[in-house]
């Protein structure tokens, strides 16, 4: 008889049963729990792992030891005297400055309660100012702004004062009474009104473009640099936490050396392409020349018979703005220059045409323009679209990682990267996918590892998250511009980043005008 090969001792017999014992027992356990139950087992495994993840990869970049910004808003406490603030002109955007200063039509608090985005609003940071002067050549829009002006968020706190309507800006200026202007009129009126402006002693924060000529730009740029007076450009969108975030991806050199960024806008709407002067149901907006103080709203351009269509859609003629130049790019270069501080670019070469919206207009539907900074090795591309809503987004390039810069900040690897190839190949980081994106809601750094966080980082806001409040990036920005009058200091969108954007969209406008590239000279500093 042989003997037989699986017999086993009893101790070995013992541990086998117990084992088998246990294995029984585990799916019998397995067997009574609910798929919800294995289904929870499996998301806390995913959500340790990506929390393991995102440690890993946060500490790569060298961001887990980020410096967030500090934030003191919601406890200054603006003192000193009164700010009695004059604004000239008074259409959409107007309203919109007039808000940031805590001051709002009846007819929109209406309208923003039903939409639940006044709580907000009147969270916002009282500073301590009066709007006692509305000029405009529209009587419409001269009412809308004296209305505007007589509700204040802080009734309790804003002292009883007239609010006077002024015929034109040169009396507004020439009144004692006023400290401080805001010019919200169409382009061609703006250098002449700051230089104006500062001449008689008035601080000013302007709208873009600073300027649409070249003479005007450095009369402008000189009147500011010999005065003691506050210049801010009206570019709200550097206030957001998201864009501090940026300058610390930047200042960590996450991106390695930045060769290109592309700057893009896409619109395909006609109010997107300047087409104002109809309603909703195609009727003319108000206005004639009974009410419009038409020889006044020309200023310095040439006579032409009054036309609705030029006081709503002035954008579309070169007399009065660059177009997409001076209404979409000047955004873009605030953008890439309160980044990186490029300054004026060597040369600038602009194509384009009018293929989409055929009416009267001038400017171009499509337009491409190249800035070239060959010291910074370096060039900025940007291209616009009126007859597409595609988002293109813009974005810096780098040899270890590009970032995505819009409301959120996402940043992704370079499948060649040599800084992070090991973190690739260990799949830690996917190429394909952000590595990285910066929720400003939040208020914090994070890691994309997951569907739903890769959905919102890609969201656009327009507000701001402060200690966990949405915040108006454009009161923040004039909450700057009046920190600057009240404490001294220098805002950040001085004469000095208005005089090198000004001179930057003049030559891509000349570029389109010329068909040719334009040149910078910086000795003689001129545009050549």
């Not at 890993?56 to 919601?74: A, C, Q, R, T, V």
């Not at 709580?119 to 405009?136: K, L, R």
């Not at 040899?399 to 940043?411: D, F, P, Q």
């Not at 890609?458 to 009161?475: A, E, F, K, P, Y």
Request: with cysteine; proline share 4%; aromatic share 10%.
């Amino acid at each position: 008889m042989e003997a037989n090969n699986n017999k086993q001792t009893p101790p070995e017999k013992e541990k086998r049963e117990g084992v088998n014992a246990e294995r029984r027992k585990v799916l019998k356990t397995i067997v009574g729990l609910p798929v919800a139950g294995l289904l929870g087992f499996e998301i806390l495994k995913k959500k340790n792992y990506d929390a393991e993840r995102k440690r890993i990869m946060l500490k790569e970049l060298g961001l887990d030891s980020f410096e967030y910004p500090e934030w003191n808003y919601g406890q200054q406490q603006h003192s000193g005297d009164l700010l009695r603030i004059g604004f000239i002109g008074f259409g959409s955007r107007a309203k919109s400055l007039a808000n940031a200063l805590g001051f709002m039509h009846p007819a929109d608090v209406e309208t923003h309660r039903k939409n639940r985005s006044l709580e907000n609003w009147q969270a916002q940071e009282w500073m301590n100012v009066a709007i006692t002067g509305i000029c405009d050549v529209f009587d419409l829009h001269a009412q809308e702004g004296i209305a505007t002006a007589n509700n204040s968020l802080h009734p309790e706190k804003t002292p009883t004062v007239e609010v006077k309507r002024y015929k034109t800006y040169e009396e507004m200026l020439d009144d004692p009474a006023i400290d401080a202007v805001v010019i919200a009129t169409p382009d061609h009126h703006h250098a002449r009104m700051t230089i104006r402006a500062i001449r008689a002693g008035k601080h000013v924060y302007c709208e873009k473009s600073p300027a649409i000529r070249e003479a005007e730009l450095f009369e402008l740029y000189d009147t500011v640099k010999n005065s003691e007076k506050v210049y801010q450009l009206g570019h709200q969108i550097t206030q957001s936490a998201v864009f501090q975030q940026a300058k610390e991806i930047i200042r960590k050199n996450i991106l390695g050396k930045i060769t290109l960024i592309e700057t893009t806008t896409n619109r395909n709407t006609a109010d997107g392409a300047w087409i104002r002067h109809l309603d909703a149901e195609g009727n003319p907006r108000p206005g004639n020349d009974k009410t419009i103080d038409w020889e006044q709203w020309l200023g310095n351009t040439p006579y032409v018979p009054f036309s609705i269509e030029r006081y709503y859609n002035w954008t579309q003629w070169f007399e009065y703005d660059m177009g997409m130049i001076g209404q979409l790019f000047t955004h873009e270069y605030d953008a890439v220059n309160q980044l990186l501080h490029l300054g004026i670019p060597r040369s600038v070469t602009s194509s384009g045409g009018i293929y989409y919206w055929k009416d009267s207009r001038e400017i171009p539907d499509v337009l491409h323009c190249v800035f070239e900074y060959p010291a910074r090795e370096l060039t900025l591309l940007y291209s616009g679209d009126l007859a597409s809503s595609r988002n293109r987004g813009r974005i810096f390039f780098g040899n270890e990682a590009s970032l995505e810069l819009g409301s959120n900040a996402i940043v992704t690897a370079d499948q060649h990267s040599v800084r992070y190839a090991q973190s690739i190949r260990s799949g830690v980081i996917d190429p394909s996918s952000p590595m990285m994106s910066f929720n400003p809601n939040a208020g914090q750094i994070d890691a994309v590892t997951s569907a739903s966080e890769k959905y919102y980082a890609m969201r656009g806001l327009t507000t701001t998250s402060i200690n966990g409040r949405q915040v108006d990036v454009t009161h923040l920005h004039m909450r700057e511009w009046i920190q600057c009058i009240r404490n001294g200091g220098t805002p950040s969108a001085d004469i000095e980043m208005a005089f090198q954007e000004g001179i930057t969209c003049i030559m891509a406008h000349r570029s389109y005008l010329e068909k040719r590239p334009v040149f910078w000279d910086e000795v003689s500093r001129r545009i050549v």
